[in-house]
């Protein structure tokens, strides 16, 4: 059984530069979300796709973040012109939800290990 | 918008039992979730309510109150493994197009011998 996977688990780089995080949702899965995690909090919703469709994004989600998932299998999340406040936990998670769906299923959100970026 | 609240820390006796509440203040309600975060690892699905009533699960059974905006969790027979966070996550209502999960901080429960 492959859960989500995300690469890399770690990160380090100098401000400013750019950074690139990739993840593999459960094989089938359709929707796939990207969140933040700073120390002590609970994650932060970033952005979710529904297969190759960005369908929403949160305000947190700067002009510097992007996000893709071109074959609405894996994902990229970029960040450009990283900051120090950027520095955090990146999740991935994946849920599957029918075609026929109306929004009551379960649609329950699978987490990866996470991507650990320090922006020094 | 969003808001949810849970206790911040919690100590508990190995094989007691510890009740983790969660309140919520939501403008639209599709699903409450809690999941276990042990330090540095990702969160992990523990339970779901979308309708009142107790949910059980083996040692882990959660509730949820709608008119009240309230869940807890009950974690039975407590082990040292279960030294972890407990986040508490509401999804908002499918119309609004709104399918990503609010947490909260989480608990953070540390089981003694």
């Known amino acids: 059984d492959t859960g989500v996977s995300q690469d890399p688990r770690h990160k380090i780089t100098k401000r400013g530069q750019n950074v690139t995080f990739r993840c593999d949702p459960i094989?089938?899965?359709?929707?796939l979300y990207w969140y933040r995690q700073t120390l002590g909090q609970g994650p932060e919703f970033l952005t979710y796709?529904?297969?190759?469709?960005?369908?929403?994004k949160s305000r947190l989600l700067s002009d510097r973040f992007s996000a893709e998932r071109p074959k609405g299998s894996f994902s990229t999340l970029e960040i450009q012109r990283t900051e120090q406040g950027d520095s955090a936990m990146y999740l991935c998670?994946?849920?599957?939800?029918?075609?026929?769906?109306?929004?009551?299923?379960?649609?329950?959100?699978?987490f990866g290990p996470g991507t650990r970026l320090t922006v020094l | 918008g969003q808001n949810i609240d849970q206790p911040t820390e919690m100590t508990a006796t190995e094989g007691a039992i510890v009740q983790i509440n969660c309140t919520y203040q939501?403008?639209?309600?599709?699903?409450l979730f809690w999941y276990q975060q042990h330090a540095g690892e990702a969160p992990t699905f523990l339970s779901y309510?979308?309708?009142?009533g107790l949910e059980e699960k083996g040692r882990f059974s959660s509730f949820l109150s709608r008119s009240k905006g309230y869940s807890y969790l009950l974690l039975k027979e407590l082990q040292m493994k279960d030294s972890a966070s407990y986040l508490c996550?509401?999804?908002?209502?499918?119309?609004?197009?709104?399918?990503?999960?609010?947490f909260g901080s989480g608990t953070r429960l540390q089981v003694q011998p």
């Open positions: 996550a509401v999804r908002g209502q499918s119309h609004t197009g709104r399918r990503a999960l609010t």
């Open positions: 939501t403008s639209g309600f599709n699903g």
């Open positions: 998670a994946s849920s599957l939800v029918g075609r026929e769906s109306t929004g009551s299923s379960t649609d329950t959100q699978y």
């Open positions: 309510n979308v309708l009142d």
């Open positions: 094989s089938e899965h359709n929707r």
């Open positions: 796709f529904q297969n190759e469709a960005q369908l929403e």
